[in-house]
């Protein structure tokens, strides 16, 4: 959503997006006296301005965009560039001869102002609104199509980006991950993100950093066995996995206070690369233990940790983004709220 610029980036790149709409934009940008000028200055031609030409773009294409079922544009009847520069009418028309649907909203009355977008902007979030929920639906049902009934109970071999040294590239292995034990949980991880601690142990600087290892901590995932006493998730729930866990047992002044959650259940395993029996349940090819990291392990295809480590979330939401909780909002969003309460207790 936005003006000139929204409309050429999502029509030279489709794939990364799910819908498009703007406000008032520069529809055909090199025939124009504005987009004359600019191109010439800051490009050195005119021509060389054509990829950046919704217009121009969209007759290279010479057919429909099949991401996009419609685009939606609107456009101030009192606006005073309206004729002489955004040539919408152009646009239109070239959309119609590719067979691409536009709508164009003609506001009566509305110029080239802040008022005129803030008028319409509600319009807009539900139409992308209504063509992001579409697409979640598809990754939902993308996601629900999963079958673990063939690995349940067995070791399963896949992919892992193994550290085998500090300070050492990462090398892609093919491992084999163990069935999860009592208290355990097996995952396949969907959608990583990298955060600041891999890297920093990845350069030797980590204390507690034990080699070879499988990093990792900020993931989205979903459920593909449990081990005995698991009661909280099922295969299929999708997952955070919490590099610091939530026992919730009465006895854990941790857990109980709404001060903090630094549960210290399976701190000192996970401080030394194990599960909390001891053992791991990371193999490489030649049947040698890798160690675990911070508990979750997640540049594997599959990992194991503790059901206390798992934080079960909605399946409405995309786990490409809900592995940033793992750790990177979490931590951001803890620090403002602490921040906040102690504001609050100072006033």
Not at 19 to 40: D, H, I, L, R, Y
Not at 155 to 181: D, F, N, S, Y
Not at 203 to 227: M, R
Not at 301 to 320: D, F, G, Q, R
């Amino acid at each position: 959503m936005g003006g000139h610029g929204a409309l050429t980036i999502a029509l030279k790149d489709p794939s990364s997006w799910v819908s498009v709409s703007a406000f008032s934009p520069v529809c055909n940008p090199t025939k124009v006296p504005w987009g004359e000028k600019a191109f010439q200055a800051y490009l050195g031609s005119v021509e060389a301005g054509e990829e950046h030409d919704a217009t121009c773009l969209l007759l290279q294409r010479g057919t429909a965009i099949p991401e996009y079922d419609d685009i939606l544009i609107d456009q101030g009847t009192d606006d005073e560039f309206l004729i002489k520069q955004l040539s919408t009418d152009v646009f239109f028309k070239t959309a119609k001869k590719v067979d691409q649907n536009v709508t164009i909203n003609m506001r009566k009355g509305f110029d080239h102002s802040y008022h005129f977008i803030a008028a319409f902007i509600e319009n807009h979030i539900a139409f992308h609104g209504k063509r992001l929920r579409a697409k979640l639906g598809k990754l939902r049902s993308t996601y629900s199509t999963y079958d673990f009934s063939s690995t349940q109970g067995k070791p399963i071999q896949c992919k892992a980006m193994v550290a085998r040294q500090a300070r050492e590239p990462l090398v892609e292995e093919v491992v084999t991950v163990a069935p999860p034990k009592e208290g355990e949980v097996r995952v396949k991880v969907i959608a990583n993100a990298l955060c600041h601690t891999d890297i920093y142990t990845l350069d030797g600087q980590d204390p507690e950093g034990l080699f070879p290892c499988i990093l990792g901590h900020e993931a989205g995932c979903i459920v593909e066995s449990v081990g005995p006493g698991v009661m909280s998730v099922v295969p299929g729930d999708h997952v955070i996995p919490c590099y610091t866990p939530q026992c919730c047992e009465a006895s854990c002044i941790f857990c109980q206070s709404p001060k903090t959650n630094l549960c210290p259940a399976i701190r000192s395993t996970q401080g030394k690369g194990v599960m909390p029996d001891g053992t791991s349940r990371f193999k490489d090819k030649d049947g040698k233990d890798i160690y675990h990291f911070m508990g979750c392990s997640t540049m594997s295809e599959y990992t194991v940790i503790a059901e206390i480590s798992c934080a079960k979330i909605s399946k409405e939401m995309a786990l490409e983004k809900a592995c940033l909780f793992g750790c990177g909002i979490s931590t951001g969003l803890g620090k403002y709220i602490s921040f906040e309460r102690t504001r609050q207790v100072r006033h």
